[in-house]
């Protein structure tokens, strides 16, 4: 596992943020792919997009039936209540945040990975504010 994460964040490095393309939902769900054999949200990719836009956060609700991003990956992954195991889906609040109101982003042992405007930022573990696994 650990060497498909590393090679995927490799490959990824210098990819730009782009919706709907390269965001952190598909970011961390092509992790996930990559070490697991099956991204952990496959079907809500190009769910969240509208007209070529993010939906909005109401539009989120209707097409998702959640009323928060947390309640939704809540419902499908196991949140983590100590420090974050290698390979696990994270979120923050300190770096770029997008329509969720915070970023996606893979544990990588004592940081993170973090899809920024122009490729992958690593923040420290400290930094992470939830954390999920399979």
Do not use: Q
């Amino acid at each position: 596992m650990r060497d498909a994460l590393n090679d995927f964040i490799a490959l990824s490095k210098d990819r730009a943020f782009v919706w709907g393309k390269n965001d952190c939902l598909t970011f961390t769900n092509d992790a996930w792919r990559a070490m697991y054999g099956l991204g952990w949200a496959e079907d809500w990719l190009g769910r969240y997009m509208l007209n070529g836009r993010p939906m909005r956060r109401k539009e989120l609700k209707t097409e998702f039936g959640f009323s928060s991003f947390y309640d939704a990956v809540d419902a499908r992954l196991t949140m983590v209540d100590h420090v974050p195991p290698l390979g696990a889906l994270v979120t923050t609040k300190h770096c770029r945040r997008w329509v969720t109101g915070v970023a996606m982003g893979i544990c990588t042992g004592t940081r993170a990975a973090f899809l920024d405007k122009d490729g992958i930022i690593f923040l420290s573990i400290n930094d992470i504010d939830r954390a999920w696994t399979k």
